[in-house]
C-alpha cells in the first residue's frame, strides 16, 4: 500500500493524513485566521457556540470574508454542513484535553470519520510562543509562510519595544516592586455583570507580563479563565488600561455608558479593544504588542 504524502501529528498527538497536500481546507474561524496571515487561504470556516448565523469580524483578522463560506456556528454545525465543499483538511482548535472547539463531541467524532482533522492546542498549558509555532508549522506544511521572516521581524521589533516602554516606566512609578499603569483584561455581559480575566488562564496575558506589563488580578472566584463581576466591584479595581472584549459575544462598550461604574472606568482608563480570540500569527501579535506598548506609553507621559 502506498503511503499518504501529506502527514501532520496534531496536538493531541493524531496522524492526520492525505494523498496529497490539503488544498480545501475548513478551519475554526480564528485557526483560518491565522492561516491567512501565512498566506494559507481556508475555503470555509465556521464559528463556536458563542456565534451566530453570521462570522464574528473581532475573530475573522484578515480573512476574505465576501469570499469564503461561513458554514455557521453552534447547533448549526452538523456534519454535513461541515463536509460541504468536499475539504481534505479540516484545521480546529482546542483548550485543552484535546475536545475541539465549536464542534459538539459526536459531530466532531464523525467528522474525522470522512475528512483528517487536525487540532491546535490554545490552551492555558500553552505560552503564545509555543502556540503560534504550531500554526507556523501547520501553514508550512499546507504550503504557506513565505513571508515568515517578515512577520517575525515585525514581532520581535513590537517585542523590543513593549519591553523598552515597561521598563521606562518603572523609572517613574513609585511602588514596590515598581511596575507600570496597570492593565484589566475584561468581558463585558451587559449592563449588570462583567467577566474579569484571570491573567494567568490566558496565553497572550502573561505573554505581557513575560514583558514587563502589570496585570490585574481580579478576586478570587469559581471560573477557571474568569471572575465575575457587578461593575461597581470592577469599577473598584485598579486599572489604568482597559483589555475590553470586542467579540460579538461580549456587549459593545457604547451600551455601557448609561451606568456609572462604567463611566468611572472609561473615565479613569484607556480603553483598548481585546479579541481573546486573535489570530496566532506573528503579525497578529505584533499589533497587539504595540497597541499595549502605545497605550502604556501615553499614560506614562501624562
Same mark, same amino acid.
Given at each position: 500500500?502506498?503511503?499518504?504524502?501529506?502527514?501532520?501529528?496534531?496536538?493531541?498527538?493524531?496522524?492526520?493524513?492525505?494523498?496529497?497536500?490539503?488544498?480545501?481546507?475548513?478551519?475554526?474561524?480564528?485557526?483560518?485566521?491565522?492561516?491567512?496571515?501565512?498566506?494559507? $487561504?481556508?475555503?470555509?470556516?465556521?464559528?463556536?457556540?458563542?456565534?451566530?448565523?453570521?462570522?464574528?469580524?473581532?475573530?475573522? @483578522?484578515?480573512?476574505?470574508?465576501?469570499?469564503?463560506?461561513?458554514?455557521?456556528? $453552534?447547533?448549526?454545525?452538523?456534519?454535513?454542513?461541515?463536509?460541504?465543499?468536499?475539504?481534505?483538511?479540516?484545521?480546529?482548535?482546542?483548550?485543552?484535553?484535546?475536545?475541539?472547539? @465549536?464542534?459538539?463531541?459526536?459531530?466532531?467524532?464523525?467528522?474525522?470519520?470522512?475528512?483528517?482533522?487536525?487540532?491546535?492546542?490554545?490552551?492555558?498549558?500553552?505560552?503564545?510562543?509555543?502556540?503560534?509555532?504550531?500554526?507556523?508549522?501547520?501553514?508550512?506544511?499546507?504550503? $504557506?509562510?513565505?513571508?515568515?521572516?517578515?512577520?517575525?521581524?515585525?514581532?520581535?521589533?513590537?517585542?523590543?519595544?513593549?519591553?523598552?516602554?515597561?521598563?521606562?516606566?518603572?523609572?517613574?512609578?513609585?511602588?514596590?516592586?515598581?511596575? $507600570?499603569?496597570?492593565?484589566?483584561?475584561?468581558?463585558?455581559?451587559?449592563?449588570?455583570?462583567?467577566?474579569?480575566?484571570?491573567?494567568?488562564?490566558?496565553?497572550?496575558?502573561?505573554?505581557?507580563?513575560?514583558?514587563?506589563?502589570?496585570?490585574?488580578?481580579?478576586?478570587?472566584?469559581?471560573?477557571?479563565?474568569?471572575?465575575?463581576?457587578?461593575?461597581?466591584?470592577?469599577?473598584?479595581?485598579?486599572?489604568?488600561?482597559?483589555?475590553?472584549?470586542?467579540?460579538?459575544?461580549?456587549?459593545?462598550?457604547?451600551?455601557?455608558?448609561?451606568?456609572?461604574?462604567?463611566?468611572?472606568?472609561?473615565?479613569?482608563?484607556?480603553?483598548?479593544?481585546?479579541?481573546?480570540?486573535?489570530?496566532?500569527?506573528?503579525?497578529?501579535?505584533?499589533?497587539?504588542?504595540?497597541?499595549?506598548?502605545?497605550?502604556?506609553?501615553?499614560?506614562?507621559?501624562?
Amino acid at each position: 500500500m502506498d503511503k499518504p504524502v501529506w502527514q501532520f501529528s496534531d496536538d493531541r498527538g493524531q496522524m492526520a493524513t492525505a494523498s496529497g497536500v490539503p488544498t480545501r481546507v475548513t478551519a475554526y474561524i480564528q485557526a483560518g485566521a491565522t492561516l491567512w496571515d501565512h498566506g494559507v $487561504g481556508p475555503g470555509a470556516v465556521f464559528g463556536s457556540f458563542h456565534d451566530g448565523a453570521s462570522p464574528d469580524r473581532a475573530k475573522a @483578522g484578515g480573512l476574505p470574508l465576501d469570499r469564503l463560506r461561513y458554514l455557521g456556528a $453552534g447547533a448549526a454545525l452538523d456534519l454535513d454542513v461541515l463536509l460541504q465543499g468536499t475539504p481534505d483538511l479540516v484545521v480546529a482548535v482546542s483548550y485543552g484535553g484535546g475536545q475541539v472547539y @465549536g464542534l459538539a463531541p459526536e459531530t466532531a467524532k464523525h467528522l474525522e470519520e470522512h475528512v483528517p482533522v487536525v487540532v491546535i492546542d490554545i490552551g492555558h498549558s500553552r505560552s503564545l510562543a509555543e502556540i503560534r509555532d504550531r500554526f507556523t508549522d501547520l501553514a508550512r506544511a499546507l504550503g $504557506g509562510d513565505r513571508h515568515h521572516e517578515d512577520a517575525t521581524r515585525l514581532l520581535d521589533a513590537a517585542q523590543r519595544r513593549l519591553r523598552t516602554v515597561t521598563a521606562a516606566t518603572r523609572a517613574y512609578v513609585d511602588t514596590d516592586p515598581p511596575a $507600570g499603569p496597570r492593565v484589566l483584561a475584561l468581558s463585558p455581559a451587559g449592563t449588570d455583570q462583567v467577566h474579569v480575566a484571570r491573567p494567568g488562564a490566558w496565553p497572550e496575558l502573561r505573554a505581557l507580563a513575560e514583558h514587563g506589563v502589570h496585570l490585574v488580578e481580579p478576586p478570587a472566584g469559581t471560573g477557571a479563565n474568569w471572575t465575575t463581576l457587578t461593575w461597581e466591584e470592577a469599577a473598584a479595581l485598579p486599572a489604568e488600561i482597559i483589555l475590553s472584549d470586542v467579540r460579538v459575544n461580549a456587549t459593545p462598550v457604547e451600551q455601557l455608558r448609561a451606568d456609572p461604574h462604567w463611566r468611572t472606568i472609561e473615565d479613569r482608563a484607556r480603553v483598548l479593544p481585546w479579541n481573546p480570540e486573535t489570530p496566532c500569527s506573528a503579525r497578529a501579535h505584533a499589533r497587539f504588542f504595540a497597541l499595549v506598548a502605545d497605550a502604556i506609553d501615553s499614560r506614562t507621559a501624562r
